[in-house]
Nanobody
Framework: QVQLVESGGGLVQAGGSLSLSCVAS????????MGWFRQAPGKEREFAAG????????KYADSVKGRFTISRDNAKNTVYLQMNGLKPEDTAVYYC?????????????????WGQGTQVTVSS
């Protein structure tokens, strides 16, 4: 059983930056693909970014491409999401997710483990 704990959320002005972290425990981190999803009030959870188990393949939603960067440190069991150029529409609860696979999934149904989420609020 994998446990995921996110941190780094907060309140930021439009145009600002935040860095999210997600620490994993209870599994062999390097065998898991990792993803970041987000859910805004009244909306469905959506994919933001994903990274394969080696870190060599990354995938982004069109809405965050060029502004967000996903990375991982397998020695620290941690995945990161660097968010630059934040917009009010980026306001959401951000969730870290994991699945033990060799590819890089981008739908929530493909992920098996989820963190509790961290709130990101972008003011205009």
């Amino acid at each position: 059983q994998v446990q995921l704990v996110e941190s780094g959320g907060g309140l930021v002005q439009a145009g600002g930056s935040l860095s999210l972290s997600c620490v994993a425990s209870g599994g062999t981190f390097s065998t898991y693909a990792m993803g970041w999803f987000r859910q805004a009030p009244g909306k469905e959870r959506e994919f933001a970014a994903g990274i394969n188990r080696s870190g060599g393949m990354r995938k982004y939603a069109d809405s965050v491409k060029g502004r967000f960067t996903i990375s991982r440190d397998n020695a620290k069991n941690t995945v990161y999401l660097q968010m630059n150029g934040l917009k009010p529409e980026d306001t959401a609860v951000y969730y870290c997710a994991a699945v033990r696979t060799g590819y890089n999934p981008s739908t929530s149904s493909e992920y098996h483990y989820w963190g509790q989420g961290t709130q990101v609020t972008v003011s205009s």
